[in-house]
Nanobody, 129 residues
């Protein structure tokens, strides 16, 4: 059974940084095709795609709102995908979720939440002004 667990959220001041982790169990990043996405949901808003990567060459996508500030990357040895968030803003405050799609890549669709079947429980990120 594939499981996804996020960690690394917390409270940070404007301009600060956090690194979120997405650890997957039940499958490995090596030897299979997959996509991993980071999404966020603020109170009263829909869940939106933040960043994602595909297994082939680590192709990545970012929402316009986080380009230049967030970086997604993977560590195959730890079976973990990270989201490094820098220059955080109050509008980045949300619950951040990690999602996994495996046995195939999603390409440019990897920011679409409807494509994913496996989700973590989320981790809260709060940016104070």
């Amino acid at each position: 059974q594939l499981q996804v667990v996020e960690s690394g959220g917390g409270l940070v001041q404007t301009g600060g940084s956090l690194r979120l982790s997405c650890a997957a169990s039940g499958f490995t990043f090596t030897g299979t095709s997959y996509a991993v996405g980071w999404f966020r949901q603020a109170p009263g808003k829909e869940r939106e795609g933040v960043s994602c990567l595909n297994s082939s060459g680590g192709r990545t996508n970012y929402a316009d709102s986080v380009k230049g500030r967030f970086t997604i990357y993977r560590d195959n040895a730890k079976n973990t995908v990270y989201l490094q968030m820098s220059n955080l803003k109050p509008e980045d405050t949300a619950i951040y979720y990690c999602a996994v799609f495996y046995r195939s890549e999603l390409g440019a669709l990897c920011l679409r939440k409807e494509a994913y079947r496996y989700w973590g429980q989320g981790t809260q990120v709060t940016v104070s002004s």
